[in-house]
């Protein structure tokens, strides 16, 4: 029963931090069309600023209370985020052309190499809360951890909302449709009068202060992280979230990140073997060929740009009548 | 607005397009620009609108020297660029391409009422507002970047080759629309490969000739000009 508790809200708090993680690189990839290899180094950043802000505090004044240090770490990680987004879009993004994706890229292997190096954030080996955790009590008692748990699934619960929300309403403005048009021609945009590079930059600073929200709550609900977890790798996981949910679907980007989550997780509780290893170790070339057949039959990714709601068989289920017109 | 170009010169990475183009358009006028491929016409409009920075000489608008700009600062002073190619938003519906059209403007009521007029000034576009602007045929694409355009209220508006492709039905229908547009106060400067209805329209014109003014003149003077006849005209 602990067990199957203490899974179920892994799992849930986890997929609520990819979550956070691919509906910002969406905003960014999707809606504005911006390549972007590095969402994980703003995750990075996140997670060490609101690591050290809250360790540091409360080492400083061992009485200010976890509410309060975990509100500061969440501005300290979407801040700090932000502001590295700025530094590395500000010269990549007043360019034409793909130099947001080498420069994101160089940037994030840069940030795991900075933090392996970093001795006040603990250097290569992990960077643990100790014996902090909110709310307050050991890891090992038993309560105190069923409470952080549940604290997280909350935080988890409003991180996302906040997020969706926040890039909703965005891409139902005329700021969204701006947006939009980025993706499909910048030029004619410019002579439309929309102001570019301000639009670029403000999607890709937003897009990182996210990453920098889903870094505090991986750093505080892990309480130990480490920049092994935030390698190129996982930017790449991300990015498959997204474009495998469809580029501009925030519900695709839901069902992505579940899926791309759990099945891996799933195949690991399994125990199969295929020709003598474990189903789990077959994942990564699954994986590779399940992506290939899916940009082979749907290029689009699960949804194309539209919404669940949108889709013409989820329509008649419900019987709503067809809006027709838009074909992915 | 007048517009003015004072020894323009441009080029695209050492290779000279405009050597030293002069060119005036008073305000409500409609000014044509003619010439071969590759005489730089194009470039003409994309220094105007700020796409393409000069090396030299001036641009003016009104008063306020312009060739500084950027593209959508240019557009904000309502100086509206309808490029050469369409440049439409292909995955954005024929709605949200004229609704970007008047992205820097603040009326929301008047935007809803120039998008009933567009839709009636040309009415395939009507019944298509929910399709994708990619998907529509040549002739529509052409007809929606007008549109688009013109949803910019623009002051002076530069059209680039309006006619591309068109069946003659629908050119004259651009050209009959050219001048009503011009009627309600627009000043134009018109790129086209269509000398003859384009000094039709037009008030005066100008040829130009591997990046330089070669002939101008009114309308009629070049109608009748030996140069602009063997060249343009089809020797008539
Ligand atoms: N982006 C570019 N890069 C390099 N050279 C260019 C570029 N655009 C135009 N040119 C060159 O500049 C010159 C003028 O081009 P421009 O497009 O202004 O011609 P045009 O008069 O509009 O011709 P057309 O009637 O074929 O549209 C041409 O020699 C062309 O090759
Ligand atoms: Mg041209």
């Known amino acids: ?328 | 607005m007048t517009l003015r170009l004072e020894n323009i010169e441009a080029g695209y990475g050492g290779i000279a397009a405009l050597r030293g183009v002069s060119i005036e358009v008073r305000a409500g006028e409609i000014v044509a620009i003619l010439g071969a491929n590759g005489a730089g016409k194009s470039t003409t409009l994309k220094v105007i609108s700020g796409l393409v920075r000069p090396s030299g000489g001036a641009v003016y608008l009104e008063d306020r020297r312009i060739d500084r700009l950027r593209p959508y600062e240019t557009a904000r002073l309502g100086l509206v660029h309808c490029p050469e190619g369409r440049r439409l938003f292909a995955n954005m519906t024929v709605l949200e391409n004229l609704e970007m059209g008047a992205y820097q403007r603040g009326d929301k009521a008047g935007v809803k009422r120039d998008i009933e007029k567009m839709t009636g000034l040309f009415d395939v576009l009507g019944s298509r507002r929910a399709q994708l602007a990619g998907t529509l045929s040549g002739g529509e694409q052409q007809m929606l970047a007008l549109a688009r355009a013109l949803m910019a209220r623009p002051k002076v508006l530069l059209l680039d080759e309006p006619s591309l492709g068109l069946a003659p039905m629908l050119i004259e229908q651009i050209f009959a629309t050219i001048a009503q547009i011009r009627r309600e106060g627009v000043t134009i400067l018109l790129v086209e490969q269509n000398a003859h209805m384009a000094l039709e329209v037009a008030d005066r014109g100008y040829v130009l000739e591997t990046g330089h003014v070669a002939v101008t003149g009114d309308a009629d003077e070049l109608r009748n000009h030996p140069a602009v006849i063997e060249a343009y005209l089809g020797g008539a």
């Open chain 1, 1 to 328: 029963m602990e067990a199957l508790f203490s899974r179920l809200s892994n799992d849930f708090v986890l997929i609520c931090v990819y979550l956070v993680l691919a509906l910002s690189l969406n905003l960014i990839n999707g809606y504005a069309g911006l390549f972007s290899l590095g969402h994980a180094g703003f995750w990075a950043v996140g997670a060490y600023c609101g690591s050290a802000f809250i360790i540091y505090s409360h080492q400083a004044g061992p009485g200010i209370p976890g509410a309060l240090l975990f509100c500061g770490g969440i501005t300290a990680a979407m801040g700090g985020a932000a502001l590295v987004g700025l530094i590395v879009g500000l010269p990549s993004l007043r360019l034409q052309g793909d130099y947001l994706a080498i420069a994101s890229l160089g940037f994030s292997l840069i940030v795991v190499n900075i933090l392996n190096n970093l001795a006040v954030v603990g250097g290569a080996s992990s960077f643990p809360f100790g014996g902090l955790v909110w709310p307050d009590g050991a890891l090992y008692d038993l309560k105190a951890r069923v409470a952080h748990n549940l604290t997280h699934i909350v935080l988890g619960v409003l991180a996302v909302g906040t997020c969706t929300l926040v890039i909703r309403n965005i891409r139902h403005s005329s700021h969204g449709r701006a947006i939009l048009s980025l993706r499909e021609d910048e030029v004619a945009s410019a002579m439309c009068g929309v102001n570019v590079v301000k639009y670029k930059l403000l999607v890709f600073v937003l897009g990182a202060a996210f990453a920098g929200l889903a870094g505090v709550l991986y750093a505080t609900y892990t309480t130990r992280i480490a920049p092994e977890a935030f390698n190129f790798m996982e930017s790449v996981k991300i990015l498959l979230m997204v474009v495998l949910g469809g580029l501009g679907s925030l519900s695709g980007t839901f069902i992505a990140v579940i899926v791309l989550y759990e099945v891996p997780e799933l195949l690991r509780m399994s125990h199969v073997t295929i020709a003598g290893s474990p189903v789990a170790d077959w994942w990564v070339m699954l994986y590779a060929l399940v992506l290939v057949m899916l940009m082979i039959l749907r290029p689009q990714g699960l949804l194309g740009s539209k919404e669940l709601f949108e889709c013409a068989g989820i329509r008649r289920l419900f019987g709503m009548a067809g809006r027709g017109g838009r074909e992915a």
